[in-house]
Protein backbone atom coordinates (compact mmCIF):
# COMPACT_ATOMS: atom_id res chain seq x y z
CA UNK A 1 0.00 0.00 0.00
CA UNK A 2 2.97 2.03 -0.11
CA UNK A 3 2.71 3.32 -4.00
CA UNK A 4 1.23 6.29 -5.06
CA UNK A 5 -0.92 5.94 -7.93
CA UNK A 6 -2.97 8.62 -10.17
CA UNK A 7 -6.48 7.82 -11.36
CA UNK A 8 -8.48 9.50 -13.42
CA UNK A 9 -12.07 9.27 -13.05
CA UNK A 10 -14.99 10.52 -15.71
CA UNK A 11 -18.55 10.47 -15.18
CA UNK A 12 -20.61 10.03 -18.42
CA UNK A 13 -23.28 12.66 -17.46
CA UNK A 14 -23.35 16.65 -17.56
CA UNK A 15 -25.89 16.79 -15.14
CA UNK A 16 -25.32 19.63 -12.67
CA UNK A 17 -26.82 17.39 -10.06
CA UNK A 18 -24.97 14.27 -11.53
CA UNK A 19 -25.49 11.08 -9.07
CA UNK A 20 -22.80 9.12 -11.08
CA UNK A 21 -20.19 12.07 -10.08
CA UNK A 22 -21.44 11.78 -6.93
CA UNK A 23 -20.03 8.20 -6.89
CA UNK A 24 -17.28 9.01 -8.23
CA UNK A 25 -16.62 12.01 -5.75
CA UNK A 26 -17.57 9.37 -2.94
CA UNK A 27 -14.83 6.95 -4.79
CA UNK A 28 -11.92 9.48 -4.72
CA UNK A 29 -13.02 10.26 -1.11
CA UNK A 30 -12.75 6.75 0.15
CA UNK A 31 -9.87 5.71 -1.66
CA UNK A 32 -6.67 4.20 0.25
CA UNK A 33 -4.73 7.59 1.07
CA UNK A 34 -1.97 6.13 -1.81
CA UNK A 35 -4.27 6.34 -4.76
CA UNK A 36 -5.15 10.17 -5.91
CA UNK A 37 -8.59 10.45 -7.79
CA UNK A 38 -9.03 13.66 -9.90
CA UNK A 39 -12.32 13.88 -11.70
CA UNK A 40 -12.21 14.70 -15.53
CA UNK A 41 -15.75 16.62 -16.45
CA UNK A 42 -16.83 15.84 -19.93
CA UNK A 43 -18.88 19.22 -20.35
CA UNK A 44 -16.26 20.46 -23.12
CA UNK A 45 -15.90 17.62 -24.87
CA UNK A 46 -17.55 17.95 -28.56
CA UNK A 47 -19.11 15.63 -30.73
CA UNK A 48 -16.42 13.24 -32.28
CA UNK A 49 -16.17 13.47 -35.87
CA UNK A 50 -13.19 12.29 -38.01
CA UNK A 51 -12.90 15.00 -40.32
CA UNK A 52 -11.79 17.01 -37.41
CA UNK A 53 -9.94 14.73 -36.39
CA UNK A 54 -7.91 14.09 -39.62
CA UNK A 55 -8.12 18.31 -40.65
CA UNK A 56 -7.48 19.62 -37.38
CA UNK A 57 -6.33 17.03 -34.84
CA UNK A 58 -7.61 16.93 -31.66
CA UNK A 59 -9.35 20.09 -30.25
CA UNK A 60 -8.16 21.35 -26.76
CA UNK A 61 -10.38 19.72 -24.65
CA UNK A 62 -9.94 16.51 -25.99
CA UNK A 63 -6.19 17.09 -25.82
CA UNK A 64 -6.64 17.84 -22.18
CA UNK A 65 -8.39 14.63 -21.60
CA UNK A 66 -6.02 12.22 -23.82
CA UNK A 67 -3.37 13.86 -21.30
CA UNK A 68 -5.11 13.21 -18.47
CA UNK A 69 -6.25 9.62 -19.14
CA UNK A 70 -2.06 9.03 -21.04
CA UNK A 71 -0.56 10.30 -17.41
CA UNK A 72 -3.23 8.13 -15.46
CA UNK A 73 -2.17 4.93 -14.10
CA UNK A 74 -5.87 3.74 -13.86
CA UNK A 75 -9.34 5.04 -15.05
CA UNK A 76 -12.50 4.47 -13.23
CA UNK A 77 -15.76 5.08 -15.79
CA UNK A 78 -18.63 6.14 -14.16
CA UNK A 79 -21.73 5.30 -16.35
CA UNK A 80 -25.61 6.03 -16.00
CA UNK A 81 -27.91 3.94 -17.45
CA UNK A 82 -29.73 5.77 -20.77
CA UNK A 83 -32.13 2.96 -22.58
CA UNK A 84 -30.03 0.20 -21.69
CA UNK A 85 -26.52 1.35 -22.08
CA UNK A 86 -24.10 3.77 -21.58
CA UNK A 87 -24.61 7.45 -22.31
CA UNK A 88 -23.61 9.00 -25.64
CA UNK A 89 -21.67 11.23 -23.80
CA UNK A 90 -19.48 9.24 -22.25
CA UNK A 91 -19.09 6.74 -25.60
CA UNK A 92 -18.25 9.86 -27.30
CA UNK A 93 -15.72 11.03 -24.96
CA UNK A 94 -14.29 7.03 -25.52
CA UNK A 95 -14.05 7.83 -28.84
CA UNK A 96 -11.98 10.57 -28.71
CA UNK A 97 -10.00 8.64 -25.99
CA UNK A 98 -9.55 5.57 -27.84
CA UNK A 99 -7.79 7.01 -30.73
CA UNK A 100 -4.16 5.39 -31.60
CA UNK A 101 -4.40 2.70 -29.27
CA UNK A 102 -4.49 5.41 -26.12
CA UNK A 103 -6.81 3.55 -23.63
CA UNK A 104 -5.18 0.16 -24.07
CA UNK A 105 -3.83 -1.83 -21.38
CA UNK A 106 -4.56 0.74 -19.15
CA UNK A 107 -6.62 -0.81 -15.91
CA UNK A 108 -10.51 0.33 -15.74
CA UNK A 109 -12.82 0.10 -13.07
CA UNK A 110 -16.35 0.47 -13.69
CA UNK A 111 -19.36 1.77 -11.37
CA UNK A 112 -22.97 2.93 -11.90
CA UNK A 113 -26.29 3.60 -9.89
CA UNK A 114 -30.07 4.32 -11.20
CA UNK A 115 -32.68 5.84 -9.22
CA UNK A 116 -34.31 2.17 -10.32
CA UNK A 117 -34.05 -1.21 -8.62
CA UNK A 118 -31.09 -2.39 -11.09
CA UNK A 119 -28.09 0.43 -10.58
CA UNK A 120 -27.62 0.35 -13.89
CA UNK A 121 -26.17 -2.49 -14.15
CA UNK A 122 -27.09 -3.21 -18.48
CA UNK A 123 -24.93 -0.56 -18.61
CA UNK A 124 -22.25 -1.27 -17.06
CA UNK A 125 -22.08 -4.42 -19.07
CA UNK A 126 -22.13 -2.67 -22.35
CA UNK A 127 -19.36 -0.44 -20.46
CA UNK A 128 -17.14 -3.51 -19.97
CA UNK A 129 -17.60 -4.92 -23.31
CA UNK A 130 -16.07 -1.58 -24.66
CA UNK A 131 -13.61 -1.49 -22.59
CA UNK A 132 -12.16 -4.72 -23.64
CA UNK A 133 -13.07 -4.16 -26.98
CA UNK A 134 -10.27 -1.41 -26.57
CA UNK A 135 -8.10 -3.83 -24.98
CA UNK A 136 -8.38 -2.30 -20.84
CA UNK A 137 -7.46 -4.21 -17.97
CA UNK A 138 -10.79 -4.50 -16.69
CA UNK A 139 -11.25 -5.02 -12.85
CA UNK A 140 -13.71 -7.91 -12.90
CA UNK A 141 -14.74 -7.89 -9.17
CA UNK A 142 -16.19 -6.25 -7.06
CA UNK A 143 -18.66 -4.04 -9.01
CA UNK A 144 -20.44 -1.63 -7.97
CA UNK A 145 -24.14 -0.93 -9.22
CA UNK A 146 -25.91 0.80 -6.89
CA UNK A 147 -29.70 1.15 -6.78
CA UNK A 148 -32.36 3.16 -5.83
CA UNK A 149 -28.68 6.16 -6.37
CA UNK A 150 -30.66 9.47 -6.03
CA UNK A 151 -32.05 7.97 -2.28
CA UNK A 152 -28.66 7.82 -0.77
CA UNK A 153 -27.37 11.29 -1.62
CA UNK A 154 -28.19 14.17 0.88
CA UNK A 155 -27.14 17.40 0.44
CA UNK A 156 -25.00 16.55 -2.75
CA UNK A 157 -23.04 13.64 -1.04
CA UNK A 158 -23.25 9.91 -0.92
CA UNK A 159 -24.15 9.61 2.86
CA UNK A 160 -25.41 4.90 2.95
CA UNK A 161 -22.88 3.63 5.13
CA UNK A 162 -23.14 0.24 3.18
CA UNK A 163 -22.67 1.60 -0.34
CA UNK A 164 -19.62 3.44 0.81
CA UNK A 165 -18.26 0.31 2.35
CA UNK A 166 -18.56 -1.24 -1.00
CA UNK A 167 -16.86 1.67 -3.07
CA UNK A 168 -14.28 1.28 -0.48
CA UNK A 169 -13.54 -2.33 -1.11
CA UNK A 170 -13.69 -1.88 -4.88
CA UNK A 171 -11.13 0.88 -4.13
CA UNK A 172 -9.00 -1.22 -2.71
CA UNK A 173 -9.12 -4.24 -5.04
CA UNK A 174 -8.26 -1.46 -8.09
CA UNK A 175 -5.49 -0.08 -6.32
CA UNK A 176 -3.86 -3.61 -6.12
CA UNK A 177 -4.97 -4.08 -9.46
CA UNK A 178 -3.36 -0.65 -10.79
CA UNK A 179 -0.25 -1.53 -8.73
CA UNK A 180 0.38 -4.57 -9.92
CA UNK A 181 -0.04 -3.57 -13.53
CA UNK A 182 1.94 -0.59 -13.27
CA UNK A 183 5.15 -0.67 -15.62
C1 LIG B 1 -32.63 9.40 -22.04
C2 LIG B 1 -32.68 8.69 -20.73
C3 LIG B 1 -32.76 7.31 -20.69
C4 LIG B 1 -32.77 6.63 -19.48
N1 LIG B 1 -32.78 5.26 -19.48
C5 LIG B 1 -32.65 4.59 -18.31
C6 LIG B 1 -32.49 3.17 -18.31
O1 LIG B 1 -32.47 2.52 -19.32
N2 LIG B 1 -32.33 2.55 -17.12
C7 LIG B 1 -32.31 3.26 -15.94
O2 LIG B 1 -32.13 2.65 -14.87
N3 LIG B 1 -32.45 4.61 -15.91
C8 LIG B 1 -32.62 5.29 -17.06
N4 LIG B 1 -32.72 6.65 -17.06
C9 LIG B 1 -32.71 7.36 -15.79
C10 LIG B 1 -31.28 7.66 -15.33
O3 LIG B 1 -30.78 6.51 -14.68
C11 LIG B 1 -31.28 8.84 -14.37
O4 LIG B 1 -31.70 9.99 -15.08
C12 LIG B 1 -29.93 9.08 -13.70
O5 LIG B 1 -30.09 10.01 -12.68
C13 LIG B 1 -28.89 9.62 -14.67
O6 LIG B 1 -27.66 9.76 -14.02
P1 LIG B 1 -27.02 11.18 -13.65
O7 LIG B 1 -27.82 11.71 -12.46
O8 LIG B 1 -25.62 10.85 -13.29
O9 LIG B 1 -27.16 12.07 -14.83
C14 LIG B 1 -32.73 7.36 -18.26
C15 LIG B 1 -32.68 8.76 -18.32
C16 LIG B 1 -32.65 9.42 -19.51
C17 LIG B 1 -32.56 10.93 -19.54
Not at 37 to 54: A, G, H, M, Q
Not at 76 to 89: D, H, R
Not at 105 to 111: L, R
Request: aromatic share 6%; charged share 25%; with cysteine.
Amino acid sequence: MDEKVKIVAIAGSLRRKSVTRTLLEAARDVAPENMQIELFPLNEIPLYNNDIEVEEGFPEPVKQLRQAIQQADGIILGTPEYNGSVTGVLKNAIDWASRQGLMAKKPVATMGGSPGALGATKAQEHLRQICLHLGMYVLSRPTIAVPKLPEKIVDGQLTDEMTLKFIGQQMEQFYDWVVRLKD
